[in-house]
């Protein structure tokens, strides 16, 4: 199973245990980097505490596959438009 974390918050809702559960604050910081640029400090604050919930908590979406975890270090997969799917993201994380 590919260490990303769409699969990730799949095996915390389950209860499997075939790779992480969890985000260390490291990867807390990097996808925080990764989405918070040019936010707000308001949105940042409600992606920050966003990410202290435990992933069995947050809703799968399909974009979260591209978020991939190498060595503990997070990072995107780009499709197409960086800043559109930044921003897709930052909805997702927030829904």
Known sequence: MNDNL???????KHDAKDIPTELTDEQK??????????CR??????????MDLPLSCWNN????????FNDG?????????????????RECILD
């Open 73 to 89: 270090e997070a990072s995107y997969i780009c499709g197409q438009s960086w800043t559109d799917e930044m921003r897709t993201l």
């Open 29 to 38: 910081s990097e996808i925080l980097r990764l989405i918070g640029s040019g």
């Open 41 to 50: 400090g308001k949105t940042k604050e409600k992606l920050s505490r966003r």
């Open 6 to 12: 769409n699969n990730r918050i799949w095996c915390a």
């Open 61 to 68: 979406f399909g974009i979260y596959s591209r978020i991939v």
